[in-house]
């Protein structure tokens, strides 16, 4: 393979700098050397993506199908230096991937599976919690730049507590007090009243909020906030 350096491949990982220099020159010891030949597939659509893969040399095209198009669409093509996958690193991108990844003409490629990552965070417990640390501030601050009302407050993040919620759980009762306010971080959540249960007045997705007016008023909650879905919120109280 071409004379790559291979210690500072995750250096150039912008998401990754939450990881000391020494932690990335030791998973970098841990990225294997992949040869894909003309054409093959690298990763399947459908498939989760499952590496974090540097393109040592050569390119690597993800493309993607289209009902309205008759060839493939390509929407990146990295080359050598670039890198993809990186999400892997954070636990996501574990449900079915709609890219798929070609190397058209053959690549050399480095790839870090969530499998060898995973037995290094086993190996490094110590260094796997302040990576976990960095990984929730940054799942925190996402949350709060998706939101229109707190996009522009960073300095939230570190006042916001997350909490997760089973189906069906209750985040808000009518009728409580509203000392908290939420900001959806992840699933979707129903929005009733107790006059009329089944009736649903919203849907809350993520990056809104709930429970702002009774914060701000002082008043009882107005309505039910109940998780339709496995899901998590952001949790800022009423003394932040």
Known sequence: MPDVDRAHVLDEVP???GLTADVREALAA???VVTAASGELVQ??????NAFYAVGAGQLRLVTESSGAQEP???DVLREGAHVGASVFFGEDEAPYA?????P??????????RRLNEYWREHPEQAAQFDAFADRRARRAAVERS??????ADLVEALERRTLEPGEMLIEEGAPGTEFYLIEAGRFRVYQDAAPTDTLHELQPGEVAGEMALRSGQPRSANVQAQTEGSVL???ASE
């Open 148 to 153: 229109a009302l707190f996009g522009r407050r």
């Open 44 to 49: 399947a659509a459908g498939e989760p993506w």
């Open 73 to 75: 669409i390509t929407i």
């Open 235 to 237: 949790v800022l109280s």
């Open 15 to 17: 998401a990754l700098s």
């Open 30 to 32: 841990r990225l294997e």
């Open 105 to 114: 003409d053959g690549a050399t490629l480095l790839r870090l599976s969530r």
């Open 99 to 103: 890219v798929r990844a070609v190397a």
